[in-house]
């Protein structure tokens, strides 16, 4: 089908920066408008302010199959928001993460009614963590054959992806002047010592020769530690982001850091994995109609690094799938979405539904 692209300039001159519910909130207004005008039946729940557009071709929560992209963006200058067409190509913030995507699902939604059982969730904070997407899970929005979360790489059915822990390591020393090092117990020696142990006894922290990306990581991400050149300090902080590739593995990797490390550990986020398997007949038939739309792309299937809000629809008894669409250089000042490939995967799920 051909892409409304009218309305995707639209969608990305809203500036929907996580942080910013009003203008969140704004980009959801317009999304229910466009699908309203249209017939397709919309609901509106509120988490705190932040408004999370249901849309559906049918009453109900449930429904054979349900598809969920997110309506925020990442921070970006005003000059981002100001789409500009490059030959097949939109460029503008949120064009390809996600706004493309959520074009694509509203396109489905309208090409269904009529025809077929289709839900669709439109959060507005899965830069920040997805709570959103888990108050409509909690709220019972569910599907009964499929659920395709659109924000992946294109032409891949992405089928499982990492849990998320962040642990933030302390160390507690005592101070002292720094010009008498020996009077003092310094808390960022003690860190750095407590890290070099984890380095040490972490399992592998980068691809084989294989190319093998599906084993738990961590990486030092922010550091804390001192207050002045002339003084000691008694306190020094390590923030490690751990993605880890198997459900309830949390407490044990945690455990692991603290006696490894011999440091205090906090634990600051934590997020489950997702793990679906990929023998699911409804893939198979998902896969057949993206090789015959797409016969010289590879599709396959893969997991991936990253986390989605994939993971919050972990709970329900359908298959999950992380899908994408044609677009890439995401968070960058070069972002873009292929223009055709959305029209494009918006025949492929109609198809898919109207299985």
């Not at 349900?66 to 963006?73: C, E, G, P, S, Y």
């Not at 720094?178 to 960022?188: H, K, T, V």
């Not at 029209?343 to 898919?352: N, P, Q, R, W």
Request: hydrophobic share 40%.
């Amino acid at each position: 089908m051909q892409t409304d692209l009218e309305f995707l300039k639209r969608l990305v001159e809203i500036p929907s920066e996580t942080h910013d519910i009003t203008q969140c909130n704004r980009a959801t207004e317009l999304m229910r408008e466009y699908l309203e005008a249209r017939g397709v039946l919309c609901t509106v729940e509120k988490l705190g302010d932040r408004e999370i557009l249901c849309a559906a071709t049918t009453p109900g929560k449930v429904h054979d199959y349900l598809f969920n992209a997110h309506l925020d963006v990442v921070p970006a200058g005003p000059e981002l928001y100001k789409p500009r067409i490059e030959g097949d190509r939109l460029l503008a913030r949120g064009s390809s993460d996600c706004k493309g995507a959520a074009l694509v699902i509203a396109q489905v939604l309208v090409e269904m009614l009529g025809k077929a059982d289709v839900g669709a969730v439109f959060s507005s904070d899965e830069e920040t963590g997805g709570a959103t997407s888990a108050e409509v899970v909690r709220l019972g929005y569910d599907a009964r054959k499929m659920i395709g979360v659109i924000d992946s790489a294109p032409y891949m059915i992405t089928t499982a992806h990492k849990g998320i822990i962040d642990l933030r390591l302390v160390a507690h020393g005592r101070n002292a002047h720094s010009s008498l090092p020996w009077e003092g117990d310094n808390a960022i020696d003690k860190l750095m010592d407590g890290y070099a142990k984890l380095r040490a006894a972490w399992p592998k922290n980068a691809p084989d020769a294989s190319g093998d990306q599906w084993f738990d990581t961590y990486s030092a991400v922010i550091a804390n530690g001192g207050t002045a050149h002339n003084k000691i300090p008694d306190e020094a902080s390590l923030l490690v982001n751990i993605r880890y590739t198997t459900p309830g593995d949390a407490d044990r990797i945690e455990k692991f850091v603290r006696d490894t490390t011999g440091l205090e550990v906090r634990r600051e986020t934590w997020c489950q994995p997702f793990v679906c398997d990929e023998n699911e007949p409804v893939f198979g038939r998902l896969a057949e109609i993206m090789r015959r739309a797409w016969p010289d792309k590879g599709v396959g299937f893969v997991r991936m690094n990253g986390a989605t809000d994939a993971r919050h629809f972990g709970v329900s008894k359908a298959p999950i799938a992380v899908l994408g669409i044609d677009g890439g250089d995401c968070h960058t000042d070069k972002e873009w979405v292929g223009i055709r490939g959305i029209g494009e995967m918006a025949d492929v799920l109609s198809e898919l539904c109207l299985g």
